[in-house]
Nanobody, 125 residues
Framework: EVQVVESGGGLVQAGGSLRLSCAAS????????IGWFRQAPGKEREVISY????????YYADSVKGRFPISSVNAENTVYLQMNSLKPEDTAVYYC??????????????????WGQGTQVTVSS
């Protein structure tokens, strides 16, 4: 069974850092792209970053570019999202998701088949 599980959310002051983890199981780890998304109250779910299948390329939304590097540790079957210089507007529930097998990767949430339960990130001003 394919599963992804997020962890690492919490409450942090503006300017601080958090590291989110996405632990994957049930599939050959680099066969599927892994994406990070977030959803704030009253807003649509938006892509933050993804790492492609094969783990050769990454994508970042403009809102997090230069602040939220994504990385992958194949030996751990885990993708990390290091969140630096956090702002109050980064407050949201953060989700990781596994995309279709052998699919390169996409910013479209519809192309991701398996979603975690989400982890809350709250940034205070």
């Amino acid at each position: 069974e394919v599963q992804v599980v997020e962890s690492g959310g919490g409450l942090v002051q503006a300017g601080g850092s958090l590291r989110l983890s996405c632990a994957a199981s049930g599939f050959t780890f680099d066969d599927r792209p892994i994406g990070w998304f977030r959803q704030a109250p009253g807003k649509e779910r938006e892509v933050i970053s993804y790492i492609t299948s094969g783990r050769r390329s990454t994508y970042y939304a403009d809102s997090v570019k230069g602040r939220f590097p994504i990385s992958s540790v194949n030996a751990e079957n885990t993708v990390y999202l290091q969140m630096n210089s956090l702002k109050p507007e980064d407050t949201a529930v953060y989700y990781c998701a596994a995309g279709r097998k052998y699919y390169y990767g996409s910013a479209d949430p519809q192309s991701y088949d398996y979603w975690g339960q989400g982890t809350q990130v709250t940034v205070s001003s």
